[in-house]
């Protein structure tokens, strides 16, 4: 990936966030509307940018499909592992399953999608909306046992819109079918509000929020370090080493890079789990991840120049 490249695309995309603040702050738009502008994204903007994404039709094979699937729920499952692993070396006791969660899961959907298509473009999409299945799998099941604290899944929850789009477009390319140019330019139109809205949204939640008191807890910029570095450096080592092809590094790495998902501080307050940290969390790795993800880049590439067994 063309560092310079991605700097730049995050650039636009901190820009677009104090377009936010700006909108929040001078009172045109209110932390009130960010539901319904939240519901906007996740039910047209993200399914528009999926089917998008495979519009003109799929290059991959049926047996391509399938294994990416494969490859990305692993994926997941070492993030989960990981986290585990990370909570019980760093000895947290307190919200202990909270610290779990937002070690595992990233926010794919409502930040992750709308970043890879800014960074790397359309024709990647295929495989970032592939991730998107498996990963709210997990999340939907898994997930939300760590935060109620008893097993069950919620299926309901899964068959979100999004993932509806999802599972969809692979039954689009498993068919090898290509849309009339008037629903492909329909669905990229509405794909195409899922960027800039998504990150108006951001900043709008910036307004009010006193980021000096939360970095005032150094348990939660551990946190921070952690999972907006260390994690995506080590996933960058496992994927690296197990000669996974760089386009799929870069969105595995780009989605693990993202900040903490929405349904962090959903789940907290359903689950009387600590809604404080969850929010905190949430608002610093969405301000953190501008400058984290160039910087997570700028390390992998230096690991790849200088490292052993370069490829």
Same mark, same amino acid.
């Given at each position: 990936m063309d560092l310079s490249v991605l700097v730049t695309q995050m650039l636009i995309l901190f820009l677009l966030i104090l377009? %936010?603040?700006?909108? @929040?702050?001078?009172? !045109?738009? =209110? =932390?009130e509307d960010v539901p319904i502008l939240s519901k906007v994204v996740l039910n047209l903007g993200i399914p528009g940018v999926v089917?998008?994404?495979?519009?003109?039709?799929?290059?991959?094979?049926?047996?391509?499909? +399938?294994?990416? &699937?494969? @490859?990305?729920?692993?994926? *997941?499952?070492?993030?989960?592992?990981?986290? =585990? #692993? *990370? !909570? =019980?070396?760093? @000895? $947290?006791k307190a919200d202990k399953r909270l610290y779990e969660f937002m070690y595992t899961f990233s926010n794919i959907g409502f930040m992750g999608l709308p970043v890879v298509q800014a960074v790397m473009g359309e024709e990647v999409m295929i495989y970032a909306m592939l991730f998107l299945i498996p990963?709210?799998? !997990?999340? +939907?099941?898994? %997930?939300?046992y760590l935060m109620r604290d008893t097993k069950g899944l919620s299926l309901k929850s899964f068959f979100s819109p999004p993932i509806l789009a999802? #599972? /969809?477009?692979? %039954? $689009?390319? &498993? &068919?090898?079918?290509? +849309?009339?140019?008037?629903?492909?330019?329909?669905?990229s139109y509405m794909g195409g509000i899922t960027t800039p809205l998504a990150m108006i949204i951001i900043g709008i939640t910036l307004n009010g929020v006193q980021v000096r008191e939360m970095i005032k807890d150094k348990d939660l910029l551990v946190f921070l370090v952690v999972k907006m570095l260390v994690f995506p450096l080590v996933g960058y080592g496992f994927l690296y080493a /197990?000669?996974?092809?760089? !386009?799929?590094?870069?969105?595995? $790495?780009?989605?693990?890079?993202?900040p903490i998902p929405a349904n962090t501080i959903i789940y907290a307050s359903l689950y009387q789990k600590n809604v404080s940290l969850a929010s905190q969390a949430a608002v610093l790795t969405s301000l953190v991840c501008i400058v984290s993800i160039p910087l997570v880049f700028l390390m992998v590439s230096l690991i790849t120049i200088h490292g052993p067994g370069m490829r």
């Open positions: 377009c %936010g603040y700006a909108a @929040g702050r001078s009172r !045109v738009l =209110k =932390k089917l998008a994404s495979v519009s003109d039709g799929c290059a991959l094979t049926v047996t391509e499909i +399938f294994l990416c &699937l494969a @490859g990305f729920l692993a994926f *997941t499952v070492f993030c989960a592992l990981l986290a =585990k #692993i *990370t !909570v =019980k070396l760093l @000895g $947290i990963n709210n799998l !997990v999340l +939907f099941s898994y %997930g939300e999802s #599972i /969809l477009a692979v %039954g $689009i390319c &498993l &068919l090898d079918l290509r +849309f009339p140019y008037p629903i492909a330019r329909a669905v /197990l000669s996974v092809p760089d !386009v799929m590094i870069q969105i595995l $790495i780009l989605m693990m890079a993202m």
